[in-house]
């Protein structure tokens, strides 16, 4: 159908095979576009007012875009109206000085000689101003009004070609119809290129000399309403085509494809072939490059409509290699092929990609419920490894029985505070009648003296912590009480022979008769 609508135009039937049955499918009405196909601008300027005397200010480039039939007028006119002028100008010196009755007289001196009517000082001025100098009219020595004339149209003449001449020049110059041999494919199409949906577009140069410099940018022209509620008629948004990668940098000597990528930053974001139908928007596209043989700036434009983007197509290769040569084939380079697409926006892709699986990982809340029960059980397991440890090194039978009483009430404390405070880790250590090292040097060395020393050093210490144990933990809970520590069963004071009782300091084994 879209072949057969651009053939034969908008206005076409859709028959029926079926004969008794004929109707006509509603004709679409031609959308007014803001940039024809050939570039050109569909604005016009109205209700200027007292505007209008900007364009005098600047009358060169008044006259150099005004269409070649005003030039042309506006060309004669100023060439005529200036002869006409300068002409009856020596007509009236002429006839002021009283030439025209002493036309052929030979004896009078006239201001101009053979100037005797109108068409004679015509002649002469014509004969002056585009220096032909046929000898037989000439201004004579004295007249010295006709020699100030004489440089007044010699300095006005300069000007006037100057402005006219210089106005054609430029008008003839101007690159714009280096753009015609610009093409640009009729239709824009969407389709993946490296696994992703793309809105492209060819461009081509028909003729052998170089566009230098040519860059190409898009503009997305489409009304729209802000969350304001303020209306924004063909609001213009840019497309990228490769800025920031340099590929909007052209080196056009064959044709080339340009493509613009349609990601969450594009404005296509949630465009899908079926809301394509729907939608309302124009594409400019602006060609922009140095002329190689005029060095002057080439602009080419077009647009392409909804109607001109193709879902799921593709351009034909238009290149061959050749013996010694590349050849481009002008003739397949507005032709596509469908190819398969996915219906269904990059935005829907998204968010389709990113929708959980069922099987998903734990919570890290679980997690760290679970982990909290972990250092609770290991919490309690090092308290009761505590105890075996002290239950197999026969310390806490040798201890007093008044310590043991201490050391099981603060064990069971202990085991309570430890599952209240779960997050503190307790560290595996000996049992609690471990004693600092110094002391054990001092209880092996002999004589009252060190026995004495180490007494003292006892009751200072008291229930000192030496190491982050399970009896320093119930030290802390607890007031701090003087109490001699005991000794370990790896003490020097035990292998020193007889029973452990005997090892002990005195203090200890009065406290040990006593209970």
Not at 48 to 64: A, C, K
Not at 394 to 400: A, I, N, V
Request: charge should be neutral; charged fraction near 20%.
């Amino acid at each position: 159908m879209a072949a057969l609508r651009r053939k034969f135009g908008e206005d076409y039937q859709v028959v029926n095979t079926n004969r008794a049955t004929t109707f006509s499918a509603p004709v679409k009405k031609k959308r007014q576009r803001f940039v024809d196909k050939n570039g050109r601008c569909n604005v016009q300027h109205g209700n200027l007012g007292g505007e209008t005397s900007r364009y005098l200010s600047d009358l060169f480039t008044t006259l150099v875009d005004l269409k070649w039939r005003w030039n042309l007028l506006i060309f004669i006119l100023t060439y005529t109206i200036a002869w006409l002028v300068m002409a009856s100008m020596w007509w009236i010196i002429a006839y002021i000085r009283g030439d025209l009755n002493h036309g052929h007289d030979a004896s009078y001196t006239p201001c101009v000689a053979n100037v005797y009517n109108f068409p004679s000082a015509f002649l002469f001025f014509i004969e002056t101003e585009a220096t032909i100098g046929y000898g037989y009219r000439y201004i004579t020595e004295k007249c010295p009004e006709g020699i100030i004339l004489f440089l007044f149209q010699s300095l006005l003449g300069s000007i006037v070609d100057a402005f006219l001449i210089g106005c054609m020049f430029i008008k003839m110059s101007q690159p714009k119809k280096r753009a015609e041999t610009l093409m640009f494919s009729q239709d824009a199409v969407i389709s993946q290129r490296d696994g992703k949906l793309c809105l492209m577009f060819r461009v081509g140069n028909l003729r052998n000399s170089h566009m230098v410099s040519a860059q190409i940018r898009c503009k997305l022209i489409k009304s729209r309403q802000t969350p304001e509620g303020e209306f924004l008629p063909l609001d213009q948004c840019e497309l990228d085509v490769g800025f920031g990668t340099g590929a909007d940098q052209l080196f056009l000597v064959s044709p080339l494809t340009i493509c613009h990528e349609i990601n969450p930053k594009s404005p296509f974001f949630d465009l899908s072939q079926r809301s394509l139908m729907n939608e309302q928007f124009e594409i400019v596209v602006i060609l922009e490059g140095i002329v190689e043989t005029t060095g002057m700036t080439c602009q080419a434009r077009t647009s392409y409509t909804e109607d001109e983007v193709l879902w799921g197509h593709r351009f034909l290769p238009v290149m061959s290699l050749e013996e010694g040569f590349f050849r481009v084939d002008y003739s397949q380079f507005h032709s596509t092929f469908e190819v398969p697409t996915p219906p269904y926006s990059v935005k829907e892709h998204e968010e389709k990609n990113s929708l959980p699986s069922p099987l998903s990982t734990p919570t890290p809340a679980l997690t760290e419920s679970h982990g909290a029960r972990r250092d609770r059980v290991f919490s309690v397991d090092c308290i009761n490894t505590s105890e075996e440890r002290g239950r197999q090194g026969g310390t806490g039978g040798r201890l007093p029985s008044k310590l043991q009483r201490m050391s099981s009430s603060g064990k069971e404390d202990l085991q309570r505070k430890v599952l209240m405070l779960s997050s503190q880790h307790s560290e595996k250590a000996c049992s609690t009648g471990d004693l600092p090292l110094k002391l054990q040097r001092l209880s092996s060395s002999a004589g009252p003296e060190a026995e004495n020393r180490l007494q003292l050093k006892s009751l200072k210490v008291g229930f000192e912590p030496m190491t982050q144990s399970t009896g320093d933990l119930y030290q802390h809970s607890l007031a701090p009480t003087l109490s001699p520590a005991p000794v370990p069963m790896h003490s020097p004071l035990l292998s020193a022979g007889g029973r452990p009782e005997d090892n002990l300091p005195a203090k200890l084994r009065k406290m040990n008769a006593d209970r």
